[in-house]
């Protein structure tokens, strides 16, 4: 019986050669047809005589030892520091919309510290008629709280494939996003309790953690949807997500997300600072650069089948994929299997929300010929996810941020899928 | 009192919250004292508003870089290892591989004073007094060719110091010159004649597998 995991997705290359080798390849059509009665039928589990856990076993509950390969994951030669660094969300094996707080994806730039509650603050100062600083539990207490689905993507997410086909998963192509159910306040609450001066045009998020992150977020942004949240899918925030608070700016790129907020500074113009000019700008082949690119257009990635998620088996199949805007609402998206001649209009199944990933389906039937899998999204303002090619002709090869081309999977005849790029 | 009564006051209520008059506070929080908003309120703008008092010359920041700085920037700030390079990389915007420094893509000198006062040295930050910010910051902009060795850094004239890309950047004009991904209908049918395979990421083979995270890029 076996009582091992299954493999890491990363040594699929390696679990697929076992497989082949142990004659149990790629089966066509449907279930295949016993001889011998299966043992785990006809023989009685450990699990069905004796005892499972008690009730006090997990207080606080972990995914099945079974799941264990479903994990965060980071790539070491990308940074300098572990703690100025990222790591992946493992989106090649979750489903549905919703990212599970422990596989959110990091990304800090000065370690993700531990913050008591009760020592923590947020001032708000600059051009309001009122500086003032609150406590946990005075913001636990404002009016008007509310709870809010949004993506969190990094603005480098799929950066390392500006140039090319380069890293085998999507959880390392698509990883730095994750989607949660935010709990806080409306960032206009605390604006007004604090009172706006006429000249206020923008804020300053700034974290408490030592990289002491600032951004400039344009007021009408600030007034229009951000929160000032303390809980993510109905806990406190984890750690490493910003524990005990971060703002929370929809649709907008994920470095404005302050984590550990504890101040917002009003004033009449943008600060200019270290996150908005030697990062976050957008360099172009001309050699200059944009700056202030808020905005994550629309994207989409098939997740299975992908790199760490092969095909198994011929016959009936399920593409699964998330597509998202930071422009609104995803109204479409459409499948290849023929690296982009033909499409086919997928499903859109589960909530389909602002600014939220988005779950697509396509049930298709696979002959155990070559595909070249892409996905392409629409959102509510008419906005086309564009090739990568596309994207290229605009902006060039070095501008690191905002990758939101079209993703291509190679499935090969033996079911491996590989990360390429297609003419 | 009536269902209707009740509705019809209920309506009212309802309308008294939508209304604009100015928001009602909550009452919540209390004023921040002045000691506690100059202890965190530490920006500074490209105008020079909130610089503090004090000046460092280059040749007292040369010092400081040495004993704070040059282990992972280089003793020159051309980064050590895979620690970012402060200085060089002129002119290689363009390029193959552009190299992003303070001299060479950096847009303002105070966003150098800013950064390095709230999160420099990487480790230890909040550890340099005003002065040797003023100092540092000078001695990059130095090694960076903006400035002389004998220049002194300071409140009064910072804002004289300007970098040499400061005019390369613009704002986000993705909705104009990406106008045509806004195509209400994509193609469905018959796209292109072919689709081939131009690049492999299995070819560049980086991605980590289990007890190998990967090549180190130095």
């Given at each position: 019986m076996p009582d091992n995991p299954p493999p890491p997705a990363s040594s699929r290359r390696r679990f697929l050669a076992a497989a082949a080798g142990a004659g149990t390849a790629l089966v066509a059509g449907g279930a295949r047809a016993r001889t011998t009665p299966d043992p785990h039928i006809t023989e009685i589990q450990d699990w069905n005589r004796y005892l499972g856990d008690?009730?006090?076993?997990?207080p606080y509950g972990k995914p099945s030892?079974?799941?264990?390969?479903?994990i965060r994951r980071d790539v070491?030669?990308?940074?300098?520091s572990r703690e100025s660094s990222v790591n992946f969300t493992p989106i090649h094996a979750l489903d549905g919309i919703i990212t599970p707080n422990g596989l959110c994806f990091e990304r800090h730039h000065g370690g993700a510290p531990e913050i008591d509650p009760s020592k923590h603050r947020l001032m708000i100062n600059g051009l309001v008629e009122k500086p003032l600083v609150f406590t946990m539990e005075d913001l636990k207490r404002f009016p008007g709280r509310m709870n809010r689905v949004y993506f969190l993507e990094c603005?480098?997410?799929?950066?390392?494939?500006w140039r090319g086909a380069?890293?085998?998963g999507c959880q390392f192509t698509h990883g730095m996003i994750h989607n949660v159910l935010y709990t806080g306040i409306p960032l206009k609450a605390l604006l007004d309790e604090a009172g706006l001066r006429t000249s206020a045009r923008w804020i300053m998020p700034e974290g408490?953690?030592?990289?002491?992150m600032t951004r400039s977020i344009p007021i009408e942004k600030a007034l229009k949807d951000c929160m000032v949240v303390w809980g993510m899918n109905g806990e406190a925030l984890r750690q490493e997500q910003g524990y005990p608070l971060r703002i929370v700016v929809p649709?907008?790129?994920?470095?404005?997300?302050?984590?550990?907020?504890?101040r917002i500074e009003v004033g009449d113009?943008?600060?200019?600072h270290r996150e908005e000019t030697s990062k976050y700008t957008d360099l172009l082949a001309d050699g200059r650069a944009r700056r202030f690119t808020f905005i994550m257009d629309a994207k989409s990635v098939v997740?299975?089948?992908?790199p760490q998620a092969p095909l198994v088996a011929r016959g009936p199949n399920v593409i699964s994929g998330l597509a998202w805007s930071g422009r609104g609402t995803i109204t479409r998206v459409d499948v290849s299997l023929d690296g982009g001649r033909n499409w086919t209009t997928a499903r859109l199944d589960g909530p389909v929300l602002p600014l939220s990933l988005t779950r697509f389906y396509l049930d298709f039937d696979w002959d155990g010929r070559e595909l070249l899998i892409q996905s392409r999204a629409m959102d509510e303002t008419g906005y086309v996810q564009p090739g990568k090619a596309e994207l290229r002709k605009v902006r060039?090869?070095?501008?690191?941020?905002?990758?939101?081309g079209i993703q291509t999977w190679l499935v090969r005849p033996d079911g491996e899928t590989e990360n390429v790029e297609v003419s | 009192m009536s269902r209707f009564r009740k509705a019809l006051l209920a309506a009212f209520a309802a309308a008294l919250v939508a209304s604009p008059a100015p928001a009602k506070k909550a009452g919540l929080g209390r004023p921040a004292l002045p000691e506690e908003i100059a202890a965190w309120d530490i920006d500074v703008r490209?105008?020079?508003?909130g610089l503090p008092p004090g000046r460092g010359s280059v040749k007292q920041g040369e010092a400081l870089y040495l004993a704070r700085?040059?282990?992972?920037?280089?003793?020159?700030?051309?980064?050590?290892?895979?620690w970012p390079a402060l200085a060089g990389g002129h002119g290689?915007?363009?390029?193959?591989a552009p190299e992003k420094t303070i001299g060479s893509f950096?847009?303002?000198p105070t966003t150098a004073f800013d950064y390095i006062r709230r999160a420099m040295p990487y480790g230890d930050?909040?550890?340099?007094s005003d002065d040797e910010v003023y100092a540092i910051t000078a001695f990059l902009l130095h090694q960076n060719d903006v400035?002389?060795?004998d220049f002194v850094l300071s409140k009064e004239n910072f804002t004289t110091v300007r970098l040499?890309?400061?005019?390369a950047f613009y704002g986000d004009d993705r909705e104009q010159?990406?106008?045509?991904?806004?195509?209400q209908e994509p193609c469905m049918?018959?796209?292109?004649p072919d689709a081939k395979i131009t690049g492999r990421a299995r070819v560049i083979d980086v991605t980590p597998e289990d007890g190998n995270k990967g090549l180190k890029v130095e």
């Open positions: 008690g009730v006090a076993a997990h030892k079974f799941e264990r390969h479903v070491e030669w990308l940074t300098a603005a480098a997410n799929g950066g390392m494939e380069q890293l085998n408490a953690d030592s990289s002491a649709g907008w790129e994920g470095n404005m997300w302050v984590k550990w907020l504890r113009q943008p600060w200019h997740t299975s089948p992908s060039g090869l070095n501008s690191i941020y905002h990758n939101n | 490209p105008d020079g508003a700085c040059a282990s992972c920037h280089g003793e020159f700030g051309e980064g050590a290892g895979r290689s915007l363009r390029g193959e950096w847009p303002y930050a909040r550890s340099l400035v002389a060795a040499p890309n400061e005019a010159a990406e106008r045509h991904f806004w195509t049918k018959n796209c292109k």
